[in-house]
């Protein structure tokens, strides 16, 4: 089955279009009711999670990702079909270089590899000051150091309090904290701005 | 003692942090205000630490009176989107809520308003995705 | 040169006047001094006494500056204590670039402000202006009468120099004008030829009574998106070998409307 019939197939079973009968071959279920009571995860809080991982990609091999983790642990990350991969938008695994920052959550197998579910490339969150706005560019400020964030055309969003988020940025004002989502470029303090989030638009 | 059961939780916004050795812009993070916060752990920042801390975040400019939970404090932190929840200790001091009052975040019927909590990337991947920066949640100890 | 030097301590005890206020009245910032380069240089216990004496010290030298010109007062001890003060300024200035270089300078007002290239500027333009009073001939009140625009005026210039090279007090100058700028002119991010970013429909998704349903069961982040008339359509890995593939409103907002389908889905293959 190739990409574009299985986004059919995807799209009849939630819409309930024509093409019914590819859905029904996948067999579509219903979703479960909602849990009663809130799942908790059973890992120590001082301890290490074992079905995380963060780092540099230092290597990649096939399938597989060589990430040296910031506290020097080598870790050995592999992706699969049914990985999604951040890196400023969900993107493919070709997108993953050498050098790139990430943060990976799976299930640790038995021989240490990590099958990683969700692998978020070059991520950063921080909360920062806009100290100036110019064309296609935020100057940040981060506990004080300087930080570019780049607009991204289509792709980054702000949220203004609790309205829906928009991909109008003018409404953003120098002096404002406002946390930011972003894809750090690389050995540089520069990011690409996904998600600003403004809180208070006053003034 | 547990998840979305104790007596007076908290809500607000949660979002999350890098602390300890990491790369990117957040590598001089340290470990954090107690000294001992990695991304790996579970782990959050809290802005009632220490008095000190408090001075800093000062969530009462948001009118909100939050309790002194000093660091290795163990929290149970609620995702309101799905009810997944996680636990994490204390280990830094943030995030600054008065920078930040009256920002609110909706799931449904349920909100949560200003900044209450930072979760390291591990803990909060455990409930969320990175990629969603804030979202509403329960606080319980 | 005789007006430029001896008005040079109406400037130092100026400064130091708004300095040592800082220092002494501000609690969260005698507080905060735990964050800057000081809790190195003195550890982060006593880093807020310490804080608390250097501003003692600022406005014992301002005090000495003002006090120049009154008969039985040397009128350059001010100016004296002023060199070594900014010295000491610029040494611990130094000493913070070497041994503590994230930490905030805790010069002359509450706000956490990173050492930079102003922060050397200012501390070697009082240094500068320190060792011209001690030049100066005549004490500050003879200048001042005989030739008070001129006295006033070089205040002024070294004043708003002073203003200039300090970030503390950007968010009270030069953040308005930027914003000024923005209003008068068109806002520089106003305009762009923009989608509908993946964003705003993943929040419209999360607010939704559909995610809520499957919420605990995904397992992944966004695995694909594509635009299907007036939905986008979102996917995701879910437990038990399925995946979750959501509808959302794609040009109005309205989570309620948003659908879900949970598919069976074979074991993911390896890239």
Known sequence: MDAIDRRRLLTSAVLGTAGIAGATALGSLAPEAAHAAPAQLGVDPLADDPNFAEGRVTGIKDAMLLVTGSDTVLHRIQVTSGTSIWKLHPTTFEAVDVGDGLYARGVRLGDGTLAADSLWVNIVSMSVQITAIGNGWLHLDHGGSRVVGHVVPGRTAAVYRDAPTTGDLSKLRVGRHVHIIGAWRPDTNEVDLATVYAGTVAG | ?141 | ?271
């Not at chain 3, 905060?32 to 004496?53: E, I, N």
Request: net charge positive; with cysteine.
């Open chain 3, 1 to 271: 040169m005789t007006v430029l030097t001896a008005a040079q301590p109406l400037l130092l005890a100026g400064v130091f006047v708004v300095s040592a206020r800082v220092k002494l009245t501000g609690r969260d910032a005698r507080r905060r001094a735990a964050g800057t380069a000081l809790a190195r240089l003195v550890g982060k216990d006593r880093a807020p006494l310490a804080y608390g004496v250097v501003g003692a010290v600022e406005a014992a030298a301002a005090v000495l500056l003002l006090a120049g010109g009154i008969p039985g007062v040397p009128h350059r001890i001010g100016a004296v204590a002023s060199v070594a003060l900014a010295a000491g300024f610029l040494g611990y200035l130094l000493y913070a670039r070497l041994f503590a270089p994230d930490s905030s300078c805790g010069c002359v007002s509450a706000r956490q402000s990173p050492i930079t290239w102003r922060s050397y500027a200012r501390a070697g333009v009082l240094l500068a202006a320190a060792l011209a009073a001690v030049s100066a001939g005549t004490a500050w009140p003879a200048v001042l009468a005989g030739r008070p625009y001129a006295a006033v005026g070089v205040v002024v210039v070294e004043g708003v120099a002073v203003l200039l090279l300090s970030p503390e007090a950007d968010e009270r100058w030069l953040f308005p004008l930027r914003r000024l700028k923005t209003r008068i002119r068109p806002h520089p991010l106003a305009g762009l030829a923009y989608d509908l970013p993946l964003a705003s429909t993943l929040r419209q998704l999360e607010a939704s009574d559909a995610y809520r349903q499957v919420g605990t069961r995904l397992r992944s982040d966004v695995l694909e998106y594509w635009d299907e008339g007036e939905w986008r359509i979102v996917s995701y890995r879910a437990d038990a070998d399925a995946t979750a593939v959501f509808a959302v409103p794609r040009l109005r907002y309205d989570p309620g409307a948003v659908r879900v389908a949970v598919v069976d889905d074979p074991e993911p293959v390896p890239v």
């Open chain 2, 1 to 141: 003692m547990g998840c979305a059961n104790s007596a007076s939780p908290a809500y607000g916004e949660m979002s999350w942090f890098c602390c300890g050795s990491a790369w990117g812009p957040c590598s001089s993070a340290g470990g954090g205000a107690c000294g001992n916060c990695t991304s790996g752990s579970h782990q959050c920042a809290w802005p009632h630490a220490s008095a000190a801390c408090y001075s800093i975040t000062q969530p009462y400019a948001c009118g909100h009176d939050l309790a002194l939970r000093g660091c290795g404090h163990v929290f149970y932190i609620t995702n309101q989107c799905t009810g997944g929840c996680v636990s994490a200790s204390v280990a830094d001091c943030g995030p600054n809520t008065h920078q930040f009052c009256g920002e609110k975040h909706c799931c449904g019927s349920t909100c949560g308003t200003d900044r209450m909590i930072d979760l390291t990337p591990s803990a909060f991947s455990a409930i969320a995705s990175l990629s969603s920066g804030l979202l509403p949640c329960r606080i319980d100890s």
